[in-house]
């Protein structure tokens, strides 16, 4: 008896087959082998008179046009010659819509009518062969939830997007989902423009002391504040460089600064009081994706590198699978982390019951575990034999995963309060009592607070030694990193795990963004983008918007609604009727840092407003960055890029797409627009690696 299992990826195959031995033919389908079509020559003839043929949907009753693209022709082709050669097939695409949706779409080319489905989140032998004794039906309620994004991704894309080539330029998309996250990023760099930086001072001293320790002026007494007055702090102060209301605080002057400082050395200082304090710190739940890829900044790798190199680990058999927004584990995992920790540090290591977390994420699907090592007996970091990103990346997740079930980590906190001729002053320090879960951690970074103080009592003096007084300015809202920007993007329900990288990366294929340094700044054309949108379509940039079209998504793969009541919902009724009202017209938008100067959208590209008078915005100038002599060298004709001018990674991303789909905003009549725009059959552009999944551009 032979039995077909069909994967999604090369990789995957060569490694599954390795362990289910004879009697199984592995076989992979290459990611998604139908799918709506991208161009008129794949529309079929009997649609192509249709009004709606090039949306490949139609918007009355949502029924989509699915064909095989050329590019998957072979591939069906091979599958069906196996197909008829099997006596069983079993659908081992990923346990996730997407992969339930490959299923379904593999199931109706093969011809089999009641397909079953293999699922397993770890490629370890004893899950696998598990997996494959006990198969369960298709789940249809994710297929429906998997359909509807595909559509509402397709309607959204190939509705808005030629609005934005009528108005702001040619080449651009928007999408559910990358017009939210663009929103979140713009609005930082708006906020930016808006700072006014405050200043305040530090009066610090130090105490002569065994050891000796840091304190810092908090308060002063006078005559009119007897009981002394707060000097100014950064929190103190509001955005646009005033103090918030009701806050009555003392702004040095430099002068004052000094003199304060030169009051306080070599006084006597006494001790006012003595507050000690235990704080417990609990180890860090289990990664999920999302906080997979925000800690994978710590080793250099961004969102999309660290999903490359996570995908590897999983397709190799290393951890589970990768994409998940569940920070729980199995009992099988529970016990083998446990059990590494005891092996590690002995019996004492472990409190007497597991730790089990849950997400506090409401928008979570939470169908898989947590990531954490494949098996029940867990390799260690050295014996895995991974070198490079892989062999970082996986060190990070055992770490996390077996500390996960550690004690916290004590620590004695001591709060000291100092008083000084007419200056009060405070220092603080912490000292680790119980390592806990950061024995596991090789190098721990000490904060500034954990200063280590010596005994101290109320009454004791000893005199001070001043420091040299540092002012100090407010800092400006600071721009998201990609990992800060998939935490906000999650935090407000924008997206899912499989498709946080991918927005990333075709914000900045876009040139909407680029980075700066390890932050992501706005360009003009993602400013101008968000204007449009603001004005004509509000709801696509709105994230709480968004966050109910995907909690919708998660209804219907429950059950608890069906795909058309979501569509009609949310595009017939919804989105639809604000796209038929937009207005194709040029946006233009305020530059807050700058009275006077517009950024506008022109035939050339944007530009910028001076007076009236319009000036095309050289490449590489990002509006938040602007000064007032940038501005005139640019009126000028004489602006050039700073020397730290902002690279972006849009050709890497390009390189390195690994999970691409075509682009939401993309028509029939724009394909060679993408193509040009995202350097599609240049010697720059890599195609997508063999075996990956297309995942959506959202």
């Known amino acids: 008896m032979s039995t077909l299992v069909i994967v999604e990826s090369p990789a995957k195959a060569k490694k599954i087959a390795g362990y289910l031995g004879s009697g199984y033919v592995v076989r992979a389908s290459l990611g998604h082998v139908r799918d709506l079509p991208s161009s008129k020559g794949e529309i079929p003839e009997k649609y192509r008179q249709e009004a709606w043929a090039n949306l490949g949907v139609n918007p009355e009753n949502f029924q989509p046009i699915y064909v095989v693209p050329s590019k998957k022709s072979q591939t069906v082709r091979e599958l069906k010659a196996a197909a008829k050669q099997a006596d069983r097939i079993l659908f081992a695409s990923d346990a996730d819509r997407e992969g339930e949706a490959i299923a379904w779409h593999l199931s109706r080319l093969l011809g089999?009518?009641?397909?079953?489905?293999?699922?397993?989140?770890?490629?370890?032998?004893?899950?696998?062969?598990?997996?494959?004794?006990?198969?369960?039906?298709?789940?249809?309620?994710?297929?429906?939830?998997?359909?509807?994004?595909?559509?509402?991704?397709?309607?959204?894309?190939?509705?808005?997007?030629?609005?934005?080539?009528?108005?702001?330029?040619?080449?651009?998309?928007?999408?559910?989902?990358?017009?939210?996250?663009?929103?979140?990023?713009?609005?930082?760099?708006?906020?930016?423009?808006?700072?006014?930086?405050?200043?305040?001072?530090?009066?610090?001293?130090?105490?002569?002391?065994?050891?000796?320790?840091?304190?810092?002026?908090?308060?002063?007494?006078?005559?009119?504040?007897?009981?002394?007055?707060?000097?100014?702090?950064?929190?103190?102060?509001?955005?646009?460089?005033?103090?918030?209301?009701?806050?009555?605080?003392?702004?040095?002057?430099?002068?004052?600064?000094?003199?304060?400082?030169?009051?306080?050395?070599?006084?006597?200082?006494?001790?006012?009081?003595?507050?000690?304090?235990?704080?417990?710190?609990?180890?860090?739940?289990?990664?999920?994706?999302?906080?997979?890829?925000?800690?994978?900044?710590?080793?250099?790798?961004?969102?999309k590198a660290a999903m490359d190199a996570a995908q590897r680990l999983y397709e190799g058999g290393y951890i589970t699978y990768h994409r998940t927004d569940s920070p729980a584990l199995s009992d099988e995992a529970l016990e083998a982390a446990r059990q590494e920790a005891v092996r590690l540090f002995g019996p004492d290591a472990v409190p007497a019951r597991p730790r089990q977390y849950a997400t506090r994420n409401a928008n979570a699907q939470e169908?898989?575990?947590?990531?954490?090592?494949?098996?029940?007996?867990?390799?260690?970091?050295?014996?895995?034999?991974?070198?490079?990103?892989?062999?970082?990346?996986?060190?990070?997740?055992?770490?996390?995963?077996?500390?996960?079930?550690?004690?916290?980590?004590?620590?004695?906190?001591?709060?000291?309060?100092?008083?000084?001729?007419?200056?009060?002053?405070?220092?603080?320090?912490?000292?680790?009592l119980v390592a806990g879960h950061t024995a596991l951690f090789a190098q721990e970074k000490e904060e500034e607070s954990d200063q280590r103080l010596p005994p101290l009592s109320v009454g004791q003096t000893f005199p001070l030694k001043a420091r040299k007084p540092e002012e100090k300015?407010?800092?400006?809202?600071?721009?998201?990193?990609?990992?800060?920007?998939?935490?906000?993007?999650?935090?407000?329900?924008?997206?899912?795990?499989?498709?946080?990288?991918?927005?990333l990366a075709t914000l900045q294929n876009r040139g909407y963004t680029v980075l700066?340094?390890?932050?992501?700044?706005?360009?003009?054309?993602?400013?101008?983008?968000?204007?449009?949108?603001?004005?004509?379509?509000?709801?696509?940039?709105?994230?709480?918007?968004?966050?109910?079209?995907?909690?919708?998504?998660?209804?219907?793969?429950?059950?608890?609604?069906?795909?058309?009541?979501?569509?009609?919902?949310?595009?017939?009724?919804?989105?639809?009727l604000g796209i038929q009202g937009a207005r194709r017209e040029a946006p233009e938008l305020a530059l807050p840092h700058l009275p006077g100067v517009f950024l506008h959208a022109g035939i050339q590209g944007p530009g910028l407003t001076v007076e009236g008078r319009r000036f095309k915005l050289p490449e590489g100038v990002i509006p938040a960055e602007l000064t007032p002599d940038d501005v005139q060298a640019v009126v000028l004709g004489a602006w050039a890029p700073p020397k730290a001018r902002a690279t972006s990674s849009g050709s890497?991303?390009?390189?390195?797409?690994?999970?691409?789909?075509?682009?939401?905003?993309?028509?029939?009549?724009?394909?060679?627009?993408?193509a040009k725009a995202e350097g599609e059959g240049s010697t720059a552009a890599k195609p997508r690696k063999a075996g990956t999944r297309k995942r959506r551009t959202a």
């Open 367 to 432: 169908a898989h575990e947590a990531i954490r090592p494949a098996g029940t007996a867990w390799r260690t970091p050295e014996s895995v034999g991974l070198d490079g990103v892989d062999g970082a990346l996986y060190r990070m997740v055992y770490e996390r995963t077996v500390a996960s079930q550690m004690h916290d980590a004590l620590y004695e906190k001591t709060q000291v309060t100092l008083v000084c001729g007419a200056a009060t002053l405070t220092a603080m320090g912490r000292v680790l």
């Open 112 to 303: 089999v009518k009641e397909p079953e489905r293999m699922t397993f989140t770890e490629i370890t032998k004893p899950a696998l062969q598990k997996a494959a004794a006990q198969t369960r039906p298709l789940n249809l309620q994710l297929v429906a939830a998997q359909e509807a994004r595909r559509v509402i991704d397709r309607l959204v894309g190939y509705t808005v997007s030629p609005l934005l080539w009528n108005s702001v330029g040619s080449g651009l998309s928007a999408g559910r989902v990358q017009s939210a996250a663009l929103m979140l990023l713009a609005e930082r760099d708006l906020a930016r423009m808006r700072f006014v930086p405050s200043s305040y001072w530090l009066v610090r001293a130090d105490a002569q002391t065994k050891p000796k320790f840091m304190a810092t002026v908090i308060a002063v007494r006078s005559r009119e504040h007897p009981e002394g007055k707060p000097l100014a702090k950064a929190s103190d102060f509001t955005s646009d460089g005033k103090l918030k209301g009701g806050v009555n605080v003392l702004q040095l002057t430099a002068e004052q600064a000094n003199a304060l400082a030169a009051h306080l050395d070599n006084r006597p200082a006494t001790v006012m009081d003595v507050e000690k304090s235990e704080v417990r710190v609990r180890p860090a739940p289990p990664f999920t994706t999302s906080t997979l890829q925000q800690a994978a900044g710590r080793i250099g790798l961004g969102a």
């Open 473 to 503: 300015k407010t800092s400006a809202p600071t721009r998201y990193s990609e990992a800060t920007l998939v935490q906000a993007m999650e935090k407000a329900g924008i997206g899912r795990p499989s498709t946080y990288a991918q927005t």
């Open 516 to 576: 700066m340094g390890k932050h992501l700044a706005v360009t003009a054309t993602g400013l101008l983008v968000t204007a449009y949108l603001g004005r004509h379509l509000p709801d696509v940039l709105a994230r709480e918007f968004t966050a109910t079209m995907e909690a919708g998504l998660d209804e219907i793969a429950q059950g608890g609604t069906t795909r058309i009541a979501y569509l009609t919902r949310f595009w017939t009724q919804g989105l639809a």
């Open 652 to 674: 890497q991303a390009r390189t390195t797409r690994s999970r691409t789909v075509k682009a939401e905003g993309e028509t029939p009549t724009s394909r060679k627009r993408r």
